[in-house]
């Protein structure tokens, strides 16, 4: 069963790799199918995970929203912080597509404050950087600032932008 499961899992990476989003979905959810079925609750909950960035990535946002509903509780229970958090962000990336942008931005938070109790902290800098843009979109422009400092702040390999907000958050009026 275990390489089975392992062909799926390969068949999925290899179908979103090539942009074949309906594949890559389908075998992501004959996957996570095999995973509770052998009783393996997180990575069965992983592989909801993936499901949802594919269908996500495929314009189908409901359904991506469905699968990984749930998933963040499971890391959560497992003490599995890391992966909590990544579920917390495909679930903000989910609600952000249904425009139920104050759970996506809560989610968002949720995310980055996980990343970095994990020590992600390229990770927790490109959730904030989700957040910074949604706050923009909804005429926040000083929590949007803020956030992109966070963002900044938080990058351990800054881009040019990020260096740029460094630099002016130290100069003093």
Known sequence: MAD????????????????KF???AEAFSQAASEYEASGNA???????NNLSVALLQG???????EAVTGTEEIFAQAGDVRRQAM??????????????????LE??????QLFAQAGEHEMRSLVLQSAA???????AFIDSAMAMIGSAEAAP???????????LIRIKP
């Open 157 to 167: 390999q800054p881009n040019l932008l990020q260096r740029l907000l460094k630099f």
């Open 87 to 104: 579920a917390a962000g495909n679930l903000a990336a989910a609600l952000e597509a249904l425009k139920r942008k104050q759970e996506a």
């Open 22 to 24: 309906d594949q890559a």
């Open 59 to 65: 314009g189908k946002a409901p359904e991506a929203y």
């Open 4 to 19: 089975k499961i392992q062909a799926l899992v390969s068949q999925g990476k290899q179908a979103f790799d090539g942009r």
């Open 133 to 139: 843009k949604l706050k923009l979109q909804r005429g």
């Open 107 to 112: 989610a968002y938070e949720r995310s980055a």
């Open 42 to 48: 997180l990575d069965a909950a992983e592989m909801r």
